[in-house]
């Protein structure tokens, strides 16, 4: 089983800049991609970004330039460098792991942005 736990969610400004944290635990050695989702009230949970074993990174086109994702798959920590934020990215974040047999998210972190 793995454990993922998300932090550094919080509350900002239009443009400003959080870095949220993802930490995994448990037996995390099989997880082959980890990534970053988000879900709005009333909106389906969506991809920010996401980060393969051998590095290779994806963006939804909605973060296209703002957003990076760091880190190591199967490491601690993994991290969503979210600069320039706007209103709509206000939503709760999950950080994702993905295994050959599992599944496995975190319980969020919320991310509010005021204008």
């Known amino acids: 089983q793995v454990r993922l736990v998300e932090s550094g969610g919080g509350l900002v400004q239009a443009g400003g800049s959080l870095r949220l944290s993802c930490a995994a635990s448990?037996?995390?050695?099989?997880?082959?991609?980890m990534g970053w989702y988000r879900q709005a009230p009333g909106k389906q949970r969506e991809l920010v970004a996401s980060?393969?074993?051998?590095?290779?990174?994806n963006y939804a086109a909605f973060v296209q330039g703002r957003f990076t994702i760091s880190g190591e798959v199967a490491k601690n920590p993994m991290y969503l460098q979210m600069n320039s934020l706007k209103p709509e990215d206000t939503a709760v974040y999950y950080c994702?792991?993905?295994?050959?047999?599992?599944?496995?998210w975190g319980q969020g972190t919320q991310v509010t942005v005021s204008s």
């Open positions: 448990g037996s995390i050695f099989r997880i082959n991609v």
């Open positions: 994702n792991a993905d295994s050959r047999f599992m599944t496995y």
């Open positions: 980060i393969t074993s051998g590095g290779n990174t």
